[in-house]
């Protein structure tokens, strides 16, 4: 069981929710975020104020998946977020110690295991 | 010659800026119907007209609109308006420099109205070029077919306040522009929906408040004309809002706010051309009759390939269409002292309202198409794929509506010497 957890433009996160869905990984909370990694920063002016935008608007993906889910979701949010210029985002994957379903109670792998699958 | 008449002329004034604040109205509507990144841009595109369409109206817009010239295009004897002055311009108790400023409210609009059909993709220096071109070859051309003594003023074409250059020329004239520019990348495959509501309908209402000087203005008095009309404005439009809240109802069992915002601007363009020519409760059942045919556009026009964004043809090119053939059925003489339509036992009012119907539409169409097609030889007309996802307010002027200011840095002190370290080497 893992968290996987995804931070990629917002303009392509419509694209990341489609290659998802292709993949057939259910279960996925998104927020927007804003953050910084290695790419340019971005000079707006406002009469007369130049200002470098330091932080860009992102998009966070958190998904919680048993572990034959892990490759499909990393492949789904490249394949959706990738448009090959600095600032496409990360991925990271962390162990997940527990998870609950507060439906039901059932835990780990039922809980992440989407209903009617 | 006339006189000057006080009363006209303080009431002109005011008809005038009332139509002037009718674009930044528009500005609102239109960046209500965008994405969030795409707000700045779109509002842009009308204060561009308030720009452009200004100054081309004063060089050579006005002059081929109003001066005699002959039945297709106007001389330039008023060219950089020349001999436009205190006296009264022929036919109207007014300054012809008033006359002039009120006739350049109307442009400036139109050119901002086509803006709709090309906003989130159509880059800035292109559209800025394509708005000075459309007024003169298209906006002042139909002005001075319907108003400037030209061919179908001539032939006895009704129109009160602009349903040929304005509702039917901005309206064609988006679709081809549609056309030519294309649909914007994710359209018929991403859901891009209204960012804000409250803007459509804030925008929605100040626009029908700037519309009773337009159509209220078109008459150049206080008179009979005038009144008729400021008052079919409130009626009309009216008549539309219960009769689309009827369709919503039938279609989908709830009343929507974009719909109603939407009502009230196809109200107004119907009322456009027919205001002061048909009684008030004809008016009443224009502002209905013009609801159905540009609902269903609306319904029907997203399930096509034409991204014409804000439905610029439907609410303005076909409701101003109607308003024009309805004049034709239902002009009244003993209300408008001109001319009777076919109800009232003048069939050949009619006829002289389709053809302009038909001629109008058609020249907007085919010269949009050309004027756009070379200005697309000369520049790319379109932002690239990325710099379509990533907004055109980033892309094209460098800012953001709803910017946070988080984790923005001043630059203004690296000049000094003393570079202010990157955000990122703070973390």
């Not at chain 2, 086509?114 to 002042?140: I, K, N």
């Not at chain 2, 009759?289 to 096509?304: D, E, G, K, Q, W």
Request: aromatic letters at 10%.
């Amino acid at each position: 069981m893992k968290l996987v957890i995804g931070i990629v433009r917002p303009e392509k996160a419509n694209d990341v929710l489609e290659a998802l869905y292709r993949a057939e990984v259910r279960g996925v909370s998104m927020s927007r975020v804003q953050g910084h990694g290695g790419e340019l920063d971005r000079v707006e002016t406002y009469r007369g104020t130049t200002v470098k935008m330091g932080l860009a608007e992102k998009v966070r993906f958190e998904i919680a998946v048993s572990d034959e889910f892990v490759q499909p979701a990393i492949d789904a949010l490249c394949e959706g977020g990738r448009t090959g210029e600095v600032g496409d985002g990360k991925i990271f994957v962390v162990d997940l110690e527990r998870a609950v379903r507060i439906r039901t109670g059932e835990t780990d792998h039922g809980a992440v295991t989407p209903v009617g699958t | 010659m006339t006189e000057i008449d006080a009363g006209d002329t303080a009431w002109m004034l005011i008809a005038t800026a009332m139509v002037i604040l009718m674009t930044p109205a528009l500005g609102l509507f239109y960046a209500g119907l965008v994405r969030s990144k795409n707000t700045l841009n779109t509002f842009m595109m009308c204060v561009a007209a308030l720009a452009v369409a200004t100054v081309m109206w004063a060089l050579v817009g006005y002059s081929i609109a109003f001066d005699e010239g002959n039945g297709i295009i106007g001389g330039l004897d008023h060219a950089f308006l020349r001999d436009v002055t205190f006296e009264p311009r022929d036919g109207t108790t007014i300054p012809h420099l008033l006359f002039m400023a009120f006739q350049a409210s109307f442009c400036i609009v139109t050119v901002a109205l086509v803006s709709g059909a090309v906003v989130e993709r159509m880059r800035f220096g292109p559209f800025l070029v394509f708005a000075g071109l459309w007024s003169v070859f298209v906006y002042a051309v139909l002005a001075h077919w319907a108003f400037g003594g030209g061919w179908l003023q001539e032939k006895g074409t009704l129109d009160f306040a602009g349903g040929i250059p304005v509702e039917m020329g901005s309206g064609f004239s988006a679709l081809a522009a549609a056309l030519v520019v294309g649909a914007r990348k994710d359209y018929g495959r991403q859901a891009m929906l209204p960012h804000n509501a409250v803007y459509v309908l804030l925008g929605a209402g100040l626009l029908w408040f700037g519309w009773f000087g337009f159509n209220g203005g078109s008459g150049f008095s206080t008179g009979n004309s005038s009144v008729l009309a400021f008052t079919n404005t409130l009626l009309c439009p009216a008549a539309t809002l219960v009769v689309w809240f009827a369709l919503d109802l039938i279609r989908g069992r709830q009343v929507t706010a974009i719909g109603a915002a939407t009502a009230i601007i196809v109200g107004c363009v119907g009322i456009t051309p027919a205001g002061g020519f048909i009684s008030p409760g004809w008016a009443l059942a224009l502002g209905a009759i013009a609801a159905v045919p540009s609902y269903a556009i609306i319904v029907l026009r997203p399930r096509t390939r034409v991204d014409e964004t804000l439905d610029v043809l439907a609410a303005h090119g076909i409701a101003g269409l109607t308003g024009i053939l309805f004049i034709g059925f239902f002009a009244q003489q003993s209300w408008n002292g001109v001319s009777d339509g076919l109800f009232y036992g003048d069939a050949g009012q009619l006829g002289l309202q389709a053809l302009a119907a038909v001629a109008a539409p058609a020249y907007a169409f085919v010269a949009t198409f050309v004027i756009l097609r070379v200005v697309g030889l000369l520049m790319p007309l379109r932002a690239t794929e990325h710099e379509e996802a990533l907004g055109m307010d980033i892309v094209q002027h460098g800012e953001e509506a709803y910017v946070t200011g988080e984790g923005a840095i001043l630059i203004a002190h690296e000049a000094d010497g003393e570079a202010v370290p990157p955000v990122a080497s703070r973390f």
